[in-house]
């Protein structure tokens, strides 16, 4: 044999033969493996359809719970449903709703009893009763209900009626939606709201949720088929049948040739594409776990973040059986104005120094995290650290008593804890989270730098402030406030020179509400300059049958923040006509605390449109020289706290006589209120006051009563000119 045979030969031996070998292998797997890919394929897709359409159903289901619940707990449902129903409003919302079918085709309503008080079907009354129509099943489902009765207690199933015809039925207690609606006491009565499984159902469930050729089957060859239909007592109805096809085959004349193809280039670069495929496994494993660290860890501080508190969260509350788990949840004091006075830079740098310090309280404690711009929690979820909860809490808010010392700035900051705990309780992790939330911010409340437990009551008096906020809306919408008016007289002559317009709200249910409830709830709630508006509109309308007086409105401090406070003061006086020469606005101290620069250009806006500006309250805030010197205030209002008892105190009068003598020095006319007896206003009159006010003259009235006092006051003035003439 000659060397080039030789050759050729322990090349195709051990070469070629390998090779071909591989190749066919490579050709028989592939075929095998499409094929087997292509049963894979069709066994998903009939698993995937299979679920569809149970979610059909259940979305069906759920949806007739829904109507269920709108028909059934509803105010004027449990007024005409109760006693001897209304006919008209039976008849129009749900006689009438069976006619149209969009929402259910049949409505019963069942007595206390147990008995029809009425049953409509298609627009008509129906032919039989709800328990003549579906029998034992609905029977089931009612006694599912018994002595549980509450609203939203709809249970729903499916069930065969007199036709044969399937029915998606629910039946639940009928209450009222609110409080303001007594629930019915005892057994409730029924309402039965049911819809047929026709035809356009099926069609609308399968094109809802792409199913080809959904349809309903009471073959029983078919019966283990498909979705299979139970009523409540587990017996078969029927099954929910769809158009099989072979997706897998489809997709497997579709790709061979290509396959092929490809297997040939793959046997040729199958070596580098190894080497490549393994580095890209490599680079694309690392990428996957600093992502998944990425995704549950704070870029900044290096704490877990708030993903992975809540996945823990759900973890301990989840627990079989249940055991105590706490949440603290922290909010840095003070940390605003560090961003604000130091810029963000140091804002972050203290972040991470507060976490650290942090992590080295709660080490072996619970997980710590971050999870939001100065918020951090911790999840305490065994017993000895449950019960240290509130050691815990107190010990990161004394972390943060000392200053923190970063490139030479001393940092004053602290923190406000709440602590929400739960043991035996079945909760979700979110509303453990919002709890802990509530109690910081009460913590806050109760003055910052201190641990605060969740309480009941910390969520009732919000629903209470939520609601008075929502009934005040509607007073505003339909005037259900109104204005009353005290009168201000001139110091001298004692003849009323001005009226001060006080907001009321007499409460449907409530009574007369404080001012000082129900405008803390309106700045709460961004009411505030809606009512603000509101009485300033009505005030001026009022005031203009007064011309020989001036009108003194208070202005609250969200108003006054307003940039766009001044023009619709403007505008509100162009509306209503009242010269604003004639116009006292009254504010606080606080207007100018907290945003002196924007203050000093709202006053100075004021005072160009021709409105007058009084400093209230004077004595009860800051009291500051300064404030008055900076600002052009027209007047300045002595605080009732600090009149009372000037009559019989000697160093109260010292002080009123000083502060009096304060204002005229800055040629500010100086009114005092809270004015109780005549004893108080000799003593104000003497002192240099220009205005007194108070309950020792008048109390707030109405608008017509004070036409009648100005009226009064006139006729006196006019007698005593009378007498001085003759």
């Known amino acids: 044999m000659s060397f080039l045979q030789r050759s050729t030969f322990r090349f195709g031996l051990r070469v070629a033969l390998p090779v071909l070998l591989v190749l066919a292998g490579s050709i028989m797997f592939m075929i095998f493996a499409l094929n087997e890919m292509a049963g894979e394929v069709d066994r998903i897709d009939d698993i995937a359809t299979e679920r569809s359409a149970a979610a059909s159903l259940r979305a069906f289901e759920k949806r007739m719970r829904q109507i269920h619940g709108d028909y059934s707990v509803w105010d004027d449902a449990a007024i005409k ?10 008849n129009n919302n749900f006689r009438d709703a069976t006619r ?5 085709d049949a409505a019963y309503l069942l007595d206390e009893r147990g008995q029809t008080v009425f049953s409509f079907r298609r627009g008509g009354i129906a032919p039989r009763s709800a328990l003549e129509e579906f029998g034992s099943p609905l029977q089931t489902l009612i006694a599912g209900l018994a002595g549980q009765y509450a609203a939203f207690d709809s249970k729903v199933g499916l069930m065969k009626d007199r036709s044969g015809a399937i029915a998606v039925v629910a039946v639940g207690s009928v209450f009222p939606l609110s409080d303001a609606v007594p629930p019915p006491v005892g057994r409730p009565r029924m309402l039965v709201l049911s819809h047929t499984l026709d035809d356009p159902s099926i069609r609308q469930m399968g094109e809802d949720f792409v199913i080809d050729g959904l349809s309903l089957s009471f073959d029983p060859k078919h019966v283990t088929e498909g979705v299979r239909l139970l009523d409540p007592s587990g017996k078969p109805l029927g099954s929910l049948n769809w158009t099989q096809r072979s997706r897998g085959n489809e997709a497997f004349s579709r790709v061979a040739p290509m396959a092929y193809l490809t297997l040939g280039i793959i046997g040729l670069t199958i070596l580098f594409l190894l080497g490549i495929g393994y580095a890209n496994l490599v680079a694309v494993r690392r990428r996957e776990r600093q992502a998944v660290y990425d995704a549950n860890h704070d870029s900044l501080t290096g704490l877990p973040n708030r993903v992975a508190l809540t996945r823990a969260l759900e973890v301990a509350v989840s627990r079989r059986p249940v055991q105590p788990v706490a949440v603290l949840f922290l909010d840095l004091d003070g940390f605003k104005e560090v961003n604000d006075s130091y810029g963000h830079e140091m804002g972050d740098r203290l972040l991470r120094r507060v976490a650290r310090g942090f992590e080295a309280i709660c080490m072996r404690r619970g997980l710590l995290a971050r999870v939001g711009g100065d918020e951090f929690s911790l999840v305490l979820d065994n017993r ?3 019960a240290s909860a509130d050691e815990i809490g107190n010990r990161l808010v004394r972390y943060l008593n000392g200053p923190i010392l970063i490139d030479d700035r001393v940092i004053a900051i602290g923190t406000s804890v709440g602590i929400a705990v739960v043991d035996g309780e079945s909760i979700t992790a979110d509303e453990l989270l919002r709890r802990a939330d509530v109690a910081m911010y009460q913590a806050k409340e109760l003055g910052r730098s201190r641990v605060a437990f969740y309480d ?5 008096e919000k629903t209470d402030r939520k609601r008075l906020a929502d009934e005040l809306r509607d007073a505003l919408a339909t005037d259900a406030l109104h204005v009353v008016y005290q009168p201000i007289y001139e110091a001298q002559s004692m003849r009323p020179a001005l009226v001060e317009a006080l907001l009321r709200w007499d409460h449907p249910r409530q009574g007369a509400v404080s001012p000082d409830l129900f405008i803390n709830v309106a700045e709460e709630n961004g009411l505030m300059d809606a009512v603000g508006d509101w009485v300033l509109r009505h005030a001026c309308r009022d005031a203009l ?5 001036r009108l003194a409105i208070n202005v609250s401090p969200v108003q006054f923040r307003n940039p766009g406070f001044d023009r619709n003061l403007a505008a509100i006086l162009q509306e209503t006509g009242f010269p604003a020469e004639r116009l006292e606005v009254e504010m606080t101290e606080t207007h100018l605390v907290t945003f002196p620069d924007r203050a000093q250009h709202i006053v100075a806006s004021l005072r160009i449109l021709g409105v007058s500006v009084a400093l209230d309250d004077f004595g009860t805030g800051y009291s500051s020289i300064g404030y008055l010197r900076r600002f052009s205030f027209d007047k300045l209002k002595i605080d009732r706290s600090l009149v009372h008892g000037v009559s019989v105190d000697l160093e109260t009068r010292r002080l009123c006589e000083a502060t009096i003598g304060l204002g005229r020095a800055l040629n500010l006319e100086v009114t005092a209120e809270g004015i109780e007896s005549e004893a108080d206003a000799e003593i104000m009159r003497q002192a240099g006051c220009s205005y007194l006010q108070g309950f020792a003259f008048a109390r707030p009235m109405s608008a017509a009563a004070i036409s009648e006092l100005l009226n ?8 005593s000119h009378a007498l001085r003439m003759a």
């Open 545 to 549: 049958q007064w011309p020989e007086i």
């Open 456 to 460: 009941w009551s910390i969520d009732a």
């Open 100 to 104: 149209t079918g969009v929402f259910f």
């Open 81 to 90: 449903l109760y006693g001897e129903i209304d006919k008209d409003f039976a």
């Open 384 to 386: 000895e650290s449950v």
């Open 712 to 719: 009064e006051s006139a006729r006196e003035a006019d007698g």
